[in-house]
C-alpha cells in the first residue's frame, strides 16, 4: 500500500505574512533608515551568507562579524574544556554564557569603531547584542539542530567560536549538546522579546523573514489544537528497510535506523504564512509556551523542557542494536549533569518472525564473569556470548516491554520500536556491539566502566517478567472503544494508554500534554467537541502532541479506515512521580 506518511506538516498560522528573498528583506529592514541592525545568529548559521547578501542589497558603511569580538580558540578551547571533556561521547551539561565567549578589549575596540561609523552598522553572529545594546533593529537568525547536524556532517559548520569545520561529527555533536546549545539557548530567551524580526536560513539563499510578533502569536495558536513536528530520518550500522516504506524515505540510501518523529529539542516546525512556509526550532514552542503546552503541574516539575520523546528503531531485515544499559538518575546527574535519567521503553510496531528482545539477565549469572567476558570481547577479538548473560524474549506486533535505566537490553533484528520515553536521548553506554563498524568503518565507542557503574543486578528474568515485561492491563471500555494500560513501569514518570476503536472516541489531556502515535488502522480525524480547532488528519505511524491546554478532544477513524478498527499510544506524565524523578 502507498505511504501516506506526511514528512512535511505545515501548521497554518492566521493573520501574519511572512517576507522572502534576500532583496525584499533588505528592503524591509532599510525603510525607517536605520542607524545600527544587529542580526543575532545562533551557531550553525551561515554567517558570511547573510554578510554578503547585506554587503550586496545594503552595501553599509561597516559591517562586523561578532565571531571577531571573541576569545582565541585556545582561550575558547580551555574555557569549554570542563564540559566538552576528553570522553569520545559524553561532557558535562555548561553553566557558561554566551557573555563568557567575549574579549572585552575587543569590544572597546569595535564599539569605536561602531561610534565612528558614517552611515549604517550591521553587526551580524552571535553576540551580536554585545556590540551594541540598542541598535535601531534587531533580527535572530534561528536554526533547527538537525540542520545544524546535518551541516556538521558536511563540514560547513563548526561550534561556537571554532571554527572546527573538519572535526569528527560526534565530537562536534557532543561539544554542540553540552555546551552550545545550552549557552544559546539561554541566550535567546533572554534576547528574543526584544528583537523585532525572525530570521529563517534553513534553506540556503531562500531566506524567510517575519516579525517576532508573528513568532509569538504563531507559538500561540499551535498551543490551541493538535500539532506534529518535522520528523527526521537517520541510516545506522544495524537499520533496516520499514521506514523506507512506510515514510517514503530515499530508496537509494542502505537503511534508515532510526526515525525521530517527536524530540523537539531537534525536530523544527514549518509555520505555512499564505504560500510561504518559515521554518524554526520547535524547541522555541517548549521555551515561549511552557505552561500551555506542557500543563502547569508539568512545567512547574521540569521547566521548560519537553520531558516525552517518541522516535523509531528499525530493525526490519536489519540487524541488533547495541547491548546496553542507561545511568540511573544519581550517576546521571554526577556525571553528566542532567537532572532527570533515561528510562525507556519499546512499544512493538511491527515485528516479523522470531523477533526478540533482550532484556534483563539470566537468573543466577555471575556479575564479575559478565564484566570479564566483557572486557574480553573489547580489549580482544574475542566475541561475548550475550545469550548466556542476558535474558532473551520473543515479542509480537503491539507487545510494549519498559525498560527503567539500569536494565541492560537491546532490541534484536527484525522489528519495529516505536520508543516511548524520557527527553533524555544520548545516555546510552553500549557494552556489547557485535563485532561490527559503525557507517563510518570504526568501531563504535563501548562504555563498560559506566555499564559497570549503572548495570542493576537484580533485574533478572523473574523480576523482568513480574515488573516491566508486558504490562497490559484493561482500563475502560464504551460503544466502540476500548482503553488499555500498558505502561511504562512503576519507576516511571511516563504513563501510556492504548485505545482501540472502529467509533468515536472522547481523550482529555486533564490539563497535561499528551503525545500520541496512530498505531494501527490508515488514517485518524482529530476533533474538537466544541470546535475550539479545526479537524486535524493523522496517518499511520505519525505522531502528534496535543498541548495541555486543549483539553477534550476526539479521535475517530476517517477516511479509508472509517468503520475499521484503529489504535493509537498515549503518553502523558504521572505528575505524582515527577519528584522522585528529578534531581535539582
Same mark, same amino acid.
Given at each position: 500500500m502507498?505511504s501516506?506518511?506526511?514528512?512535511?506538516?505545515v501548521?497554518?498560522?492566521?493573520?501574519?505574512?511572512?517576507?522572502?528573498?534576500?532583496?525584499?528583506?533588505?528592503?524591509?529592514?532599510?525603510?525607517?533608515?536605520?542607524?545600527?541592525i544587529?542580526?543575532?545568529?545562533?551557531?550553525?548559521?551561515?554567517?558570511?551568507?547573510?554578510?554578503?547578501?547585506v554587503?550586496?542589497?545594503?552595501?553599509?558603511?561597516?559591517?562586523?562579524?561578532?565571531y571577531?569580538?571573541?576569545?582565541s580558540?585556545?582561550?575558547?578551547?580551555?574555557?569549554?574544556?570542563?564540559?566538552?571533556?576528553?570522553?569520545?561521547?559524553?561532557g558535562?551539561?555548561?553553566?557558561?554564557e554566551l557573555?563568557?565567549?567575549?574579549?572585552k /578589549?575587543?569590544?572597546?575596540e569595535?564599539?569605536? %569603531?561602531?561610534?565612528?561609523?558614517?552611515?549604517?552598522?550591521?553587526?551580524?553572529?552571535?553576540?551580536?547584542?554585545?556590540? %551594541?545594546?540598542?541598535?535601531?533593529?534587531?533580527?535572530?537568525?534561528?536554526?533547527?539542530?538537525?540542520?545544524?547536524?546535518k551541516?556538521?556532517? %558536511?563540514?560547513?559548520?563548526?561550534n561556537?567560536?571554532?571554527?572546527?569545520?573538519?572535526?569528527?561529527? #560526534?565530537?562536534?555533536?557532543?561539544?554542540?549538546y553540552?555546551?552550545?546549545?545550552?549557552?544559546?539557548?539561554?541566550?535567546?530567551?533572554?534576547?528574543?522579546?526584544?528583537?523585532?524580526?525572525?530570521?529563517? /536560513?534553513t534553506?540556503?539563499?531562500?531566506p524567510?523573514?517575519?516579525?517576532?510578533?508573528?513568532?509569538?502569536?504563531?507559538?500561540?495558536?499551535?498551543?490551541?489544537?493538535?500539532?506534529?513536528?518535522?520528523?527526521?530520518?537517520?541510516?545506522?550500522?544495524?537499520?533496516?528497510q520499514?521506514?523506507?516504506?512506510?515514510?517514503?524515505?530515499?530508496?537509494?540510501?542502505?537503511?534508515?535506523?532510526?526515525?525521530?518523529?517527536?524530540?523537539p529539542e531537534?525536530?523544527?516546525?514549518?509555520?505555512?504564512?499564505?504560500?510561504?512556509?518559515v521554518?524554526?526550532?520547535?524547541?522555541?514552542?517548549?521555551?515561549?509556551?511552557?505552561?500551555?503546552?506542557?500543563g502547569?503541574?508539568?512545567?512547574?516539575?521540569?521547566?521548560?523542557?519537553?520531558?516525552?520523546?517518541?522516535?523509531?528503531?528499525?530493525?526490519?531485515g536489519?540487524?541488533?542494536? #547495541?547491548?546496553?544499559?542507561?545511568?540511573?538518575?544519581?550517576?546521571i546527574?554526577?556525571?553528566?549533569?542532567?537532572?532527570?535519567?533515561?528510562?525507556?521503553?519499546?512499544?512493538?510496531?511491527?515485528?516479523?518472525?522470531?523477533?526478540f528482545?533482550?532484556?534483563?539477565?539470566?537468573?543466577?549469572?555471575?556479575?564479575?564473569?559478565?564484566?570479564r567476558?566483557?572486557?574480553?570481547?573489547? %580489549?580482544?577479538n574475542?566475541s561475548?556470548?550475550a545469550?548466556?548473560?542476558?535474558?532473551?524474549?520473543?515479542?509480537?506486533?503491539?507487545?510494549?516491554?519498559?525498560?527503567?535505566?539500569? /536494565?541492560?537490553?537491546?532490541s534484536?533484528?527484525?522489528?519495529v520500536?516505536?520508543?516511548?520515553?524520557?527527553?533524555?536521548?544520548?545516555?546510552?553506554?553500549?557494552?556489547?556491539?557485535?563485532?561490527?563498524?559503525?557507517?563510518?568503518?570504526?568501531?563504535?565507542?563501548?562504555?563498560?566502566?559506566?555499564?559497570?557503574?549503572?548495570?542493576?543486578?537484580n533485574?533478572?528474568? #523473574?523480576?523482568?517478567?513480574?515488573?516491566?515485561?508486558?504490562?497490559?492491563?484493561?482500563?475502560?471500555?464504551?460503544?466502540?472503544?476500548?482503553?488499555?494500560?500498558t505502561?511504562?513501569?512503576?519507576?516511571?514518570?511516563?504513563?501510556?494508554?492504548?485505545?482501540?476503536? #472502529?467509533?468515536?472516541?472522547?481523550?482529555?489531556?486533564?490539563?497535561?500534554?499528551?503525545?500520541?502515535?496512530?498505531?494501527?488502522?490508515?488514517?485518524v480525524i482529530?476533533?474538537?467537541p466544541?470546535?475550539?480547532?479545526?479537524?486535524y488528519?493523522?496517518?499511520?505511524?505519525?505522531?502528534f502532541?496535543?498541548?495541555?491546554?486543549?483539553?477534550?478532544?476526539?479521535?475517530?477513524?476517517?477516511?479509508?479506515?472509517e468503520?475499521?478498527?484503529?489504535?493509537?499510544?498515549?503518553?502523558?506524565?504521572?505528575?505524582?512521580?515527577?519528584?522522585d524523578?528529578i534531581?535539582?
Open positions: 502507498k501516506n506518511y506526511n514528512k512535511f506538516p501548521t497554518p498560522i492566521k493573520d501574519h505574512t511572512c517576507i522572502a528573498g534576500w532583496k525584499n528583506i533588505i528592503n524591509k529592514l532599510t525603510e525607517d533608515t536605520p542607524k545600527i544587529a542580526i543575532e545568529c545562533y551557531p550553525g548559521v551561515f554567517v558570511e551568507e547573510i554578510i554578503t547578501e554587503r550586496e542589497y545594503l552595501n553599509p558603511a561597516l559591517i562586523i562579524n561578532s571577531s569580538a571573541m576569545k580558540e585556545a582561550e575558547i578551547s580551555a574555557l569549554v574544556e570542563p564540559y566538552v571533556t576528553d570522553d569520545p561521547v559524553f558535562y551539561m555548561t553553566s557558561l557573555e563568557d565567549y567575549f574579549d /578589549t575587543k569590544i572597546i569595535l564599539k569605536r %569603531n561602531i561610534d565612528s561609523a558614517k552611515g549604517c552598522v550591521v553587526i551580524v553572529g552571535p553576540g551580536a547584542l554585545l556590540l %551594541n545594546s540598542h541598535p535601531q533593529l534587531i533580527l535572530y537568525a534561528d536554526m533547527p539542530r538537525w540542520e545544524i547536524q551541516r556538521y556532517r %558536511n563540514n560547513t559548520a563548526c561556537l567560536g571554532k571554527t572546527n569545520y573538519t572535526d569528527s561529527f #560526534s565530537y562536534q555533536y557532543k561539544h554542540a553540552f555546551v552550545d546549545w545550552r549557552v544559546c539557548d539561554r541566550y535567546k530567551k533572554r534576547i528574543l522579546e526584544n528583537s523585532h524580526f525572525v530570521l529563517d /536560513t534553506k540556503r539563499q531562500q524567510k523573514m517575519i516579525t517576532v510578533d508573528a513568532m509569538y502569536d504563531a507559538l500561540e495558536q499551535i498551543v490551541t489544537s493538535p500539532f506534529r513536528v518535522v520528523p527526521f530520518f537517520d541510516p545506522g550500522p544495524w537499520g533496516g520499514w521506514l523506507k516504506e512506510v515514510c517514503d524515505l530515499d530508496r537509494s540510501l542502505p537503511n534508515y535506523a532510526w526515525g525521530f518523529d517527536c524530540v531537534e525536530n523544527s516546525l514549518l509555520l505555512g504564512f499564505g504560500d510561504e512556509v521554518e524554526i526550532p520547535s524547541v522555541n514552542l517548549v521555551f515561549f509556551q511552557p505552561e500551555a503546552l506542557l502547569e503541574k508539568v512545567y512547574e516539575g521540569f521547566g521548560d523542557e519537553f520531558p516525552i520523546r517518541f522516535d523509531f528503531l528499525d530493525t526490519m536489519g540487524g541488533n542494536l #547495541s547491548l546496553q544499559v542507561h545511568p540511573l538518575k544519581d550517576y546527574k554526577e556525571k553528566f549533569g542532567m537532572s532527570y535519567t533515561q528510562d525507556e521503553s519499546y512499544y512493538i510496531l511491527d515485528a516479523g518472525e522470531e523477533a528482545v533482550y532484556l534483563g539477565l539470566k537468573e543466577n549469572i555471575n556479575p564479575e564473569n559478565m564484566i567476558d566483557l572486557e574480553k570481547a573489547q %580489549n580482544t574475542a561475548f556470548d545469550d548466556e548473560y542476558v535474558q532473551k524474549w520473543p515479542v509480537r506486533k503491539h507487545d510494549h516491554v519498559s525498560i527503567p535505566a539500569g /536494565t541492560v537490553h537491546c534484536g533484528a527484525n522489528s520500536v516505536l520508543e516511548i520515553s524520557a527527553t533524555p536521548y544520548i545516555f546510552t553506554f553500549k557494552l556489547w556491539d557485535w563485532e561490527r563498524m559503525g557507517l563510518d568503518g570504526k568501531p563504535r565507542p563501548i562504555f563498560l566502566e559506566h555499564g559497570k557503574n549503572t548495570i542493576q543486578w533485574r533478572v528474568a #523473574s523480576w523482568t517478567k513480574e515488573n516491566i515485561l508486558n504490562l497490559t492491563v484493561p482500563v475502560a471500555d464504551g460503544d466502540g472503544w476500548h482503553e488499555e494500560r505502561g511504562l513501569d512503576a519507576l516511571s514518570f511516563i504513563e501510556t494508554r492504548r485505545h482501540w476503536f #472502529s467509533k468515536k472516541v472522547l481523550h482529555h489531556t486533564e490539563g497535561i500534554v499528551n503525545v500520541l502515535n496512530l498505531i494501527e488502522g490508515r488514517e482529530i476533533e474538537s466544541d470546535e475550539s480547532f479545526a479537524p488528519i493523522i496517518r499511520y505511524a505519525e505522531t502532541i496535543v498541548p495541555a491546554s486543549v483539553g477534550a478532544y476526539t479521535i475517530t477513524p476517517y477516511g479509508e479506515s468503520g475499521k478498527e484503529c489504535a493509537t499510544i498515549k503518553a502523558s506524565i504521572r505528575t505524582d512521580m515527577i519528584k524523578k534531581l535539582k
